[in-house]
């Protein structure tokens, strides 16, 4: 009796190949434009597939932002590695990582939709507020402070000005990176 031959599972490859679809979908179109069956037929998975590793559409949502996250967080941890400077090390890391175009257009409109998806998403806003908190918990204390706080804040506003089409004009916006980053070298403890 012939059998037919046997396909291996490669479940990561498969997760991995619907992620990417996910992210390029929200990319171009926004996060709103993830759907199931659009996300399997760009990954050439069946439906059934998707759903075997992503039970709803949330679940595919949340692994993406997950994935998001884990770029963003190699980001801040390549430009840590290269900043000789302790003081403002991450604060400065952060406005480098979300406020400087990135290598890839795409990841930035994905890190943008993504940011922008927080406002309606309340389990995306606390996974994204467990993440800064522990991020800031392993900081230094100068990156602990109001000023530093507030250079994030600067940081995330000009992140979401251009996730808007919003930014400001190129000249201006470098000043205020300028700015910015000039502030985080003089950031000092909060006073008790």
Not at 50 to 66: D, G, I, K
Not at 79 to 91: C, K, S, W
Not at 123 to 134: D, F, Q, S
Request: glycine share 4%.
């Amino acid at each position: 009796m012939n059998t037919p031959p046997h396909r291996k599972n490669e479940p990561d490859a498969v997760r991995a190949k619907l992620l990417e679809a996910a992210a390029r979908i929200a990319a171009e179109q926004g996060l709103a434009a993830i759907t199931l069956h659009a996300v399997a037929r760009m990954a050439g998975v069946s439906k059934g597939g998707l759903l075997h590793h992503y039970p709803s559409r949330q679940h595919l949502v949340e692994a993406l932002y997950a994935a998001l996250l884990s770029r963003l967080d190699q980001r801040i941890r390549n430009i840590q590695a290269n900043d000789p400077e302790p003081v403002g090390r991450f604060t400065r890391a952060y406005l480098s990582a979300v406020a400087l175009p990135g290598d890839s257009p795409d990841e930035s409109r994905l890190l943008g939709a993504a940011a922008l998806a927080m406002s309606s998403d309340l389990h995306l806003a606390e996974t994204w507020n467990r993440w800064i908190a522990a991020h800031i918990a392993r900081s230094g204390e100068e990156d602990r402070s109001p000023a530093a706080a507030a250079i994030r804040c600067a940081a995330d506003g000009l992140w979401l000005a251009d996730c808007s089409h919003t930014a400001l004009p190129a000249a201006m916006r470098s000043s205020v990176l300028a700015l910015l980053t000039a502030q985080t070298f003089h950031l000092a403890p909060d006073a008790p």
